[in-house]
């Protein structure tokens, strides 16, 4: 099952440098390693804020969490997901 993840990054601004450079770097890691097991698609970046849209793929939504909540960021996310369905157009 697919989903598009929306995500805003919430991280407080007055996080010590060290801190942030931490979480960005487990962020990365962890990314590529959903990367890796099929589960993060393709992610964009949204230009002027501190957000991303992803394509995700989950055998449920449970299953999507898990992968979501074991982001470092994820206590600081604005998180919006909505479930995916193949439209007839792609079936041909």
Known sequence: MEFLV????????????????????AERARAME??????LKRLWRVPGRNA????????DAAALHDA????????????QVEALAQHPQEKA
């Open 6 to 25: 929306r995500a805003e990054n919430r991280l407080p601004v007055d996080t010590p440098a060290e801190r942030r450079e931490e979480l960005r770097a």
């Open 68 to 79: 979501l909540s074991s982001l470092a960021m994820f206590p600081w996310l604005d998180v």
């Open 52 to 59: 991303t849209i992803g394509l995700y793929e989950a055998p």
């Open 34 to 39: 959903l990367r890796a097991e099929g589960i």
